[in-house]
């Protein structure tokens, strides 16, 4: 294994536990958010007024969280593959003129006729 190949594994799994850890973090997060939110109404007994507060300040609170971190994966990984050199080079698809016995685009196509310019002298005509 070459040293670029073993760096692209290593890479690889550098990833795979950073996305698992992070995931986990969030995970974690969101269950004690939600706990204390459970623990919250429960100790405010079912009053409906503050628990729509609590169950809604809490909502908001893991919806943050998730977003944010699928929002910070999402870049990191665009930036990543931008920043990345191009490992494979694509090589060209054959087109018509490629082909042997094919007609070049010059030839098939013939070159539009030249518009003449109009005179300036002429006047318009009335609408």
């Known amino acids: 294994m070459s040293r670029d190949e ?6 690889t799994e550098l990833e795979k ?3 698992r850890y992070g995931l986990l973090a969030v995970v974690i997060s969101n269950l004690a958010i939600v706990g204390v939110a459970v623990f919250g109404v429960w100790q405010l007994h079912g009053d409906e007024a503050v628990s729509v507060g609590v ?18 994966k999402a870049v990191s990984n665009t930036a990543r593959a931008m920043a990345q050199p191009q490992v494979h080079a694509r090589e060209p698809v054959p087109g018509p003129a490629s082909t042997p016995g094919a007609a070049t685009p010059s030839a098939a ?3 539009p006729a030249a518009s003449p310019e109009p005179a300036r002298d002429q006047p318009r005509p009335q609408e």
Do not use: E
């Open 109 to 111: 196509v013939p070159a």
């Open 17 to 19: 536990d950073r996305a």
């Open 6 to 11: 073993a760096r692209v594994v290593q890479d």
């Open 55 to 72: 169950l809604t300040a809490a909502f908001t609170a893991v919806s943050g969280t998730t977003t944010a971190y699928l929002g910070i």
